[in-house]
Nanobody, 120 residues
């Protein structure tokens, strides 16, 4: 089970930190990722982190977002800084198989999402 939290409404330039509490997977070994979907758009991959801690980001968030995990708490995070109106979306965390590199792999389990709204 994956449960996201931390979404909300912020002004452009603001920050939010999303959390994903995980059960049934170990964040220390599974591929973990954050995705987002805006109304009328396809779901897009935002960031992934591997069992080795290798993190990969979509170009649109590189340098502004940071994915991390707390193995002791079995929790995944997404720190989002310098938010832009185009970052507004439903954000989902996902878990996948163990791998050293997780970008574009197939994620099998998903949370329900947390809404992020960014006003200009």
């Amino acid at each position: 089970q994956l449960v996201e939290s931390g979404g909300g409404s912020v002004q452009a330039g603001g920050s939010l930190r999303l959390s994903c509490t995980v059960s049934g997977y170990s964040v220390s070994s599974a591929c973990m990722g954050w995705f987002r979907q805006a109304p009328g758009k396809q779901r897009e991959q935002v960031a992934t982190i591997s069992r080795l801690g290798t993190d990969v980001y979509d170009d649109s968030v590189e340098g502004r977002f940071t994915i991390s995990k707390d193995n002791a708490k079995n929790t995944l995070y997404l720190q989002m800084n310098s938010l832009k109106p185009e970052d507004a979306a439903m954000y989902y965390c996902a878990a996948g198989p163990e791998a050293n590199y997780c970008w574009n792999i197939i994620f099998g389990d998903w949370g329900q999402g947390t809404q992020v709204t960014v006003s200009s």
